[in-house]
């Protein structure tokens, strides 16, 4: 395993995150993480950032080896926005879409935020007498409304 794969997967587990859960907010595969992890390929350099920021690291952190976790925070705390995201986790919401990135699942339906993670939030509804777990990148959603419970 090379340096950047150690600490891909140090920091992925340090959040109780799976290869599985990395690979959907990342849009790649499973084995896609794992190689990465495992040294036998570097990410693309495209990915780095939203790599970074899933992790709570910067991309510094990734890609030098003369920096080390101990160099790093122990926990990311958000900022700004993010703070507030971190707020509705647990929350009764009705999400708005932006008109071209409607999701019909969802449309007037009560979610509940499970968790925000980089550029994507979870979510969970009853979705035809189903309850559906959802990753929705955040760049596709307007608003959202919170729903008194």
Known sequence: MNNMGNKIASARKNLGMTQQEMADRLSVTRQTVSRWEAGSVLPDIDKLPDIASMLGVSCDYLLMDDIVADDMPETAVPSGVGRL?????????????????????????VCTVEDFEGNWVKISAEVKKETVQKLIPLSSILSFEKVKE
């Open 85 to 109: 995201l971190t707020e509705l986790k647990g929350s009764k919401v009705k999400l708005d879409f932006f008109e071209d990135q409607a999701d019909i699942d969802l449309f007037n339906k």
